[in-house]
């Protein structure tokens, strides 16, 4: 069964700096999606993007973070300037436009120092 | 975004049919009730989901109430494998972000 992958599983920055997680969707879907999972508590939507934009992003979505999808395999989450609170596990999704069932990544463990 | 309401922990013998009960008493026509599973911090893995018709897949089988108020995801034979935390979701139709709740978790025991 096709797979989202995701790069790199573990993370470790310090405050401060910038990182990008990486993500491959599964190559016929069309709609990317970026979640956070701090450690305890619930998965939490970031954003959403379709159609070379972003659909939907929610509160933590603020503007140290963006994404991208550089060429036709690839979905990027930036993090400008990492905190503290940033460490989470973060996960990837993607789904077709006609059926709306997520399928999501096995995450990136992000810890900043 | 709570539509749904889950008991946050409920446990099940090794073999035996573990029923994870979810309320939704203000889901709307169009919205569909999703179950999605998370196992110790892996990605959240999708199971099933249905309308108002009970459903049944390889995973599990979905019991939806004639009102919609509530269904109840059965899993036949519990494995150890199926400790989780286990999440009901109401989707509407053709919306396109899931939302996920604090879930059920579920310990097999053997």
């Known amino acids: 069964e096709p797979e989202v992958t995701q790069t790199p599983s573990h993370q470790v920055t310090q405050m401060g700096q910038e990182v990008i997680l990486r993500c491959v969707p599964i190559?016929?879907?069309?709609?990317f999606y970026w979640y956070r999972q701090i450690l305890g508590q619930k998965v939490e939507f970031l954003v959403s993007f379709y159609n070379n934009e972003i659909s939907e992003k929610s509160e933590i979505f603020d503007d140290q973070f963006s994404v991208e999808r550089p060429d036709g395999s690839n979905f990027t989450l930036k993090i400008r300037s990492t905190k503290l609170e940033d460490s989470a596990m973060y996960f990837c999704?993607?789904?077709?436009?006609?059926?709306?069932?997520?399928?999501f990544g096995s995450g990136t463990q992000l810890s900043v120092l | 975004d709570a539509k749904t309401t889950q008991p946050p922990s409920m446990d099940c013998a090794e073999g035996r049919a573990a029923n994870l009960p979810c309320n939704h008493s203000?889901?709307?026509?169009?919205?569909?009730v999703y179950w999605y599973r998370q196992i110790h911090s892996q990605g959240p893995q999708y199971i099933i989901h249905?309308?108002?018709n009970n459903e049944t897949n390889e995973m599990a089988s979905l019991i939806i109430t004639e009102d919609r108020k509530s269904s109840t995801l059965i899993l036949p034979h519990a494995t150890l494998r199926d400790t989780a935390v286990y999440y009901c979701i109401v989707m509407g139709t053709g919306a396109n972000n899931l939302f996920f709740g604090t879930g059920t978790r579920l310990t097999v025991i053997p």
């Open positions: 190559s016929n879907h069309l709609y």
């Open positions: 203000t889901i709307s026509g169009n919205e569909y």
């Open positions: 999704a993607s789904k077709r436009v006609d059926v709306s069932k997520l399928f």
């Open positions: 249905g309308l108002k």
